[in-house]
């Protein structure tokens, strides 16, 4: 059959899944004598799925190095990168900022339909753009995908409907969530943070949003779990208690490992850095402090870490830095693929489309094997001023041919293992000898010391750096 009938016949299978009746048919409600939620609404119209043309490919609609069932290094490409999809940039995104009204008129907005309704749209959409575009996984926080009620009790009962309706769509299409997350930074209750504020009933409280995200993450069978204290930090030392506050962190992560086990949860859980923005700063600053906080408070064997490489850069860093430093101790989980812009100091959450920081992005998944059960979420964002739904897929197409780029130059890179031969040869000092008794822990001061003072100074032995060379190499591959 041909691929776009096929899409047809399956949006039209997910009409009768979710709501019982077959597309265009509606069955009005005994109060307003319409339909509440009853078709499922093509919201991409006349855009197919999207298709591997190959390099030469001049169709931006189409991927020209993402080809998902392609084997690169023994596995399949798609199971290299596990794409997914932000759903609060994608379809919550409003095109709004600090300067200026929402920009965004998508189509399954509806303004007119109360809350729940128009979350039921959103998801469809969702999994249609997914289907499109070919990916397997989707991202969420809990308050982006249901609306808040009046109580919490309320709350958790329109997150329950809401993954009512996203399982149907997830048993009609294989897709599930990659990672799920609760918002705990955008609700007022929130302003002081969330484990690590003043107030031990706003710690209750996030707690039980948190158990509720965790329960619905599990429910629909996601693989991770993900925390970012947006507002976990502080503004002013002058009224902070640095110390309690992140006891108070450590406490709150505990309590969530622990709930994980209690519900069956085999998910990986998260942790994902970042220096400030919202506040002055947040105590989970970068990869090094992430891992020195879980290390300090027994939770290095819970959590991994969830690398937002916009983050990395507002840190100072390098994405590259980053995964390397939390692949180096065996913590890297998960990746938010997205950059930031060079003249400007906040966190733009643009798509990464650089083939040579793509290159550099992938040889570090590739040196340690993949990030299963992580992979690469998009939390990335369209540009203020792009507003057609044609945009979302040009944006989300250069990042997986971009990352897909990266992949293939990184698989030939360590298929010719020039480089990781370089390095190995620059520190072989430490594969013998004094290097060698160094590294085993066999060897104290006083015996350094006699081996310094019976060889000859190592500065007149000690060989180039040959970085440049090393910059060369690199470019003939990217």
Not at 44 to 68: D, H, L, Q, T, V
Not at 411 to 438: F, L, M, Q
Request: with cysteine; glycine share 10%.
């Amino acid at each position: 059959m041909n691929p776009w009938l096929m899409l047809v016949a399956g949006f039209f299978a997910l009409s009768v899944l979710v709501h019982g009746e077959s597309p265009g048919s509606c069955s009005a409600s005994e109060d307003s004598g319409k339909c509440s939620s009853c078709e499922l609404k093509e919201y991409f119209n006349g855009i197919p799925k999207i298709e591997y043309e190959g390099p030469n490919s001049k169709n931006p609609m189409a991927f020209r190095y993402y080809n998902a069932e392609e084997i690169i290094l023994g596995k399949p490409m798609k199971e290299w990168l596990r794409f997914s999809v932000a759903f609060w940039h994608t379809f919550r995104g409003d095109g709004s900022d600090p300067f200026g009204s929402p920009t965004k008129n998508w189509p399954w907005e509806d303004p007119s339909l109360p809350p729940l309704e128009m979350a039921k749209k959103r998801m469809e959409a969702n999994f249609e753009f997914l289907q499109k575009l070919g990916v397997e996984y989707w991202c969420f926080h809990d308050r982006d995908i249901a609306p808040e009620g009046e109580d919490l009790a309320e709350t958790n009962a329109n997150l329950d409907e809401i993954i009512d309706v996203a399982l149907e769509l997830q048993k009609a299409t294989g897709i599930k969530p990659l990672w799920g997350t609760a918002q705990l930074f955008k609700h007022p209750r929130y302003m002081h943070g969330a484990a690590t504020g003043p107030d031990a009933g706003v710690f209750a409280f996030a707690a039980a949003q948190v158990k509720k995200a965790m329960e619905v993450t599990h429910r629909l069978g996601g693989l991770n779990y993900v925390f970012w204290g947006g507002r976990e930090g502080y503004h002013t030392l002058r009224n902070t208690d640095l110390r309690l506050e992140l006891d108070n962190m450590a406490r709150f992560l505990a309590l969530a490992a622990k709930y994980k086990d209690e519900i069956g949860f085999t998910g990986t859980l998260l942790l994902e850095p970042k220096p400030q923005e919202p506040t002055k700063h947040q105590y989970d600053w970068d990869v090094a402090t992430t891992m020195g906080f879980l290390l300090s408070y027994g939770l290095d064997d819970d959590f991994k870490i969830n690398v937002e490489c916009n983050h990395a850069t507002l840190a100072g860093h390098s994405c590259e830095h980053e995964l390397a430093m939390a692949s180096a101790y065996g913590m890297l989980g998960n990746v938010d693929a997205n950059t930031g812009d060079a003249q400007t100091g906040w966190d733009t959450d643009q798509f990464l489309t650089d083939p040579l920081e793509a290159t550099l992005l992938m040889s570090v998944i590739v040196k340690q094997g993949g990030l299963s059960p992580g992979g690469f979420n998009f939390d990335a964002k369209l540009r203020r001023e792009s507003t057609a739904v044609e945009d979302l897929f040009y944006a989300h197409i250069g990042g997986m041919d971009a990352l897909a780029r990266g992949l293939r130059n990184a698989a030939k890179i360590s298929e010719d293992g020039i480089v990781n031969s370089a390095i190995s040869y620059r520190y072989k000092s430490y594969s013998s000898g004094i290097g060698k008794d160094i590294v085993e822990g066999k060897i104290g001061f006083k015996e350094l010391e006699k081996y310094a003072l019976e060889n000859p100074d190592p500065v007149e032995n000690l060989r180039s750096g040959e970085a440049e060379k090393a910059e060369v190499i690199l470019s003939m591959y990217v």
